[in-house]
């Protein structure tokens, strides 16, 4: 897993959203960025990452900001995850890991003693020319928001 740094130009995409439209990286172009990677939808960390989000989106938008959330879940079950939580924000099914893996949020985690390969809940702010301008990978689920806001200040 090779990780990004601030920077870096952020690797592009296009994954269909929870609602199975294409979506990609250059549909932001011109806009900043909130990407974040979590590993499934509607269990507690994704959901408490995904409502604080949510709950941010006036201020994000307000600094410019837009947010999109990605997992290997399909679209459905993403569907399902955004009419549950009220989330209003793009959720990207990335089935393959492809994406993930680009970001570098595809890799070894470890549970009860055993090792696997997963997502590695992270978050990057990407600016208005797609460069990366934060990157926090193992991100606590609660800290997307305050990083962004943090470097957005």
């Known amino acids: 897993m090779e990780k990004l740094n601030v920077g870096d130009k952020a690797p592009a995409f296009s994954l269909a959203d929870q609602d199975g439209n294409p979506t990609s990286l250059a549909d932001f172009r011109g806009r900043r960025l909130?990407?974040?990677?979590?590993?499934?939808?509607?269990?507690?960390?994704?959901t408490k990452q995904a409502c604080s989000v949510r709950d941010a989106m006036e201020d994000l938008s307000d600094a410019g900001v837009t947010a999109v959330g990605i997992s290997p879940d399909k679209p459905d079950k993403q569907k399902k995850f955004d009419d549950k939580y009220e989330l209003g924000f793009p959720l990207l099914a990335d089935p393959d890991h492809k994406v993930a893996q680009a970001y570098g949020a595809w890799g070894e985690?470890?549970?009860?003693g055993k090792t696997y390969e997963g997502i590695i809940r992270s978050s990057f702010l990407?600016?208005?020319?797609?460069?990366i301008l934060h990157v926090a990978y193992k991100v606590k689920p609660l800290e997307t928001v305050p990083n962004a806001r943090q470097v957005l200040a």
């Open 109 to 112: 985690k470890s549970m009860y």
């Open 34 to 46: 909130l990407l974040y990677f979590y590993p499934k939808a509607d269990t507690p960390g994704c």
């Open 126 to 131: 990407i600016d208005e020319k797609g460069d």
